[in-house]
């Protein structure tokens, strides 16, 4: 009987599990990027914090495109538990170092679902996943040239200060 119900499904099984891994991975990612968003502003760095209220906003938004996905594939989307979320930071940089961990291994995940999709043949979420590694590209940019911006500015004096305010325009022209 359990394979009727399959029938209905244009995932397997396993693709299924890996995407609402994904689902919560993407969850806990916004949730990080808002207590970061928070901390900036709380210590001062107004430009960093709508930076990352933004990116917790776009990690949502990949949030609901693979639950809907899985659900349009005729699947069980998961609502997922976020917990642990990280409220304190040692320091500006840190957050930043953090960001860009964050976003490698987002990458790496979508990677390994991708290979998990070319062995069963599974092209049409090869074909969904596609956009979400075009997405990476974007988001791994952005960090690594936050980061960027602590090597090239400098920390000391207003260093910190010059840094946030050009956090505020950052921006990936990847596609021109
Ligand atoms: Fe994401
Ligand atoms: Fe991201």
């Not at 917790?56 to 594939?73: A, C, P, T």
Request: hydrophobic share 35%; with cysteine.
């Amino acid at each position: 009987m359990k394979d009727l119900v399959r029938v209905t499904t244009l995932i397997s099984a396993a693709i299924e599990k890996l995407l609402n891994k994904q689902v919560k991975m993407e969850a806990y990612s916004s949730a990080v990027y808002l207590s970061m968003a928070s901390w900036c502003n709380r210590n001062g760095y107004d430009y960093s914090s709508t930076y990352f209220f933004k990116q917790s906003g776009e990690e949502r938004n990949h949030q609901l495109k693979i639950f809907k996905y899985i659900l349009d594939m005729g699947g069980n989307a998961v609502s997922p538990d976020v917990t642990d979320i990280k409220k304190e930071y040692n320091g500006f940089r840190e957050v930043f170092e953090e960001a860009l961990d964050q976003e490698i291994s987002v990458t790496q995940s979508i990677k390994g679902i991708y290979a998990a999709c070319m062995k069963e043949q599974d092209f049409v979420t090869v074909e969904f996943l596609n956009w979400f590694l075009k997405e990476q590209r974007e988001e791994e940019y952005k960090a690594r040239r936050a980061l960027e911006l602590f090597e090239v500015i400098g920390e000391e004096g207003t260093g910190r200060w010059q840094i946030d305010r050009h956090v505020g325009d950052i921006k990936y022209d990847g596609e021109a």
